[in-house]
């Protein structure tokens, strides 16, 4: 009898908490329109990506949704289509954060045939890749969640400036308060000694960092740059784990975390929304303004990363983008 009274109690918390969760979690209010306007969101096949897309797309946004996987992504756009009702513009755009000739390849693109940018949200990500090296000879968990946004965030600056005012939201997360970082760590070299979990922390505290870094050099250009933490969320993001470990952490999410509707609601907030017009270089949580670890406003660190950075994805003379308003 204790022990049935002890798992109603036990329920009972979770409940509550649940029900608290959901009750104090933050969602994104706006209104506004995009028509006219154009969005990228890369990593937009599935969980926070795609229905930040969704969203985007059923405000009158033309959407490009930057995929890796092309059947994937064709069935995403078929969902966004779907769901964003009739008029909606939506596009393909072929993205391998794992291939810098891909990143390149899709930025000469949308420079190619986009006559404007104005919402840039790099979502992509993953975690459990390990420590191999990329075919460009940097570490692979490093290159598709910092290197591969870095460079294609810079090909497209310009893009970003002559469409001001625009935004470039970086998806982060709360990981980054675990990272300690030096540049030299970004080198395969040195990365291939750092367990997986801690290179996720320290790609995440990149994301950070080079948001704020971004946000000074276009101070005065119209175009603001924030970063994010979208809260644990329930998605595909750990498919790449051992199956038993997936479905251990994935309870635990089922149990206690968001749903990606939920999850994407900062990233829309910031994308959005008429409370964050000309605010830039912040940090969100549950759309409002939250905590930073010293190390992610640290503005010597953030000049050496990404000056390593640059040097890395071998950032060329032509490719550099004017930062002046």
């Not at 660190?301 to 640059?310: G, N, T």
Request: overall charge positive; some cysteine.
């Amino acid at each position: 009898m204790d022990v049935w009274v002890c798992l109603l109690e036990l329920l009972a918390v979770v409940v509550a908490f649940k029900i608290w969760y959901k009750w104090s979690m933050g969602r994104c209010t706006s209104k506004r329109r995009l028509n006219g306007l154009t969005a990228i969101v890369t990593g937009a096949n599935t969980g926070i990506g795609l229905e930040t897309a969704k969203d985007l797309a059923r405000r009158g946004a033309r959407v490009l949704l930057a995929c890796r996987d092309p059947q994937r992504g064709q069935k995403a756009l078929e969902e966004v289509l779907s769901e964003a009702g009739d008029g909606a513009t939506v596009a393909l755009l072929a993205l391998d954060l794992a291939s810098l000739e891909s990143v390149r390849a899709c930025a000469k693109h949308v420079l190619a045939t986009e006559p404007r940018l104005d919402i840039l949200v790099n979502n992509a990500g993953a975690g459990g890749l390990g420590n191999g090296l990329s075919r460009d000879g940097l570490h692979l968990g490093l290159q598709v969640n910092h290197f591969g946004p870095f460079l294609f965030t810079l090909l497209l600056v310009d893009l970003l400036k002559k469409s001001a005012p625009s935004r470039i939201i970086f998806v982060s997360s709360l990981m980054h308060h675990f990272a300690s970082l030096k540049p030299h760590q970004l080198e395969h070299e040195h990365a291939k000694k750092i367990d997986d979990t801690h290179i996720y922390s320290m790609t995440k505290l990149t994301n950070v960092i080079v948001a704020n870094e971004l946000a000074r050099k276009l101070r005065g250009t119209g175009v603001a740059v924030n970063s994010l933490h979208p809260g644990l969320v329930r998605t595909e993001f750990f498919r790449r784990l051992p199956p038993w470990l997936a479905f251990a952490i994935n309870t635990v999410v089922g149990l206690f975390c968001k749903d990606p509707v939920e999850g994407a609601q900062t990233t829309i907030h910031l994308a959005v929304s008429e409370d964050v017009e000309g605010v830039t270089g912040r940090y969100f949580s549950d759309c409002k303004e939250a905590w930073l670890r010293k190390q992610a406003v640290d503005k010597a660190l953030a000049a050496a990363v990404w000056q390593k950075s640059e040097e890395l994805v071998r950032l060329r003379e032509d490719e550099r983008p004017s930062f002046d308003s």
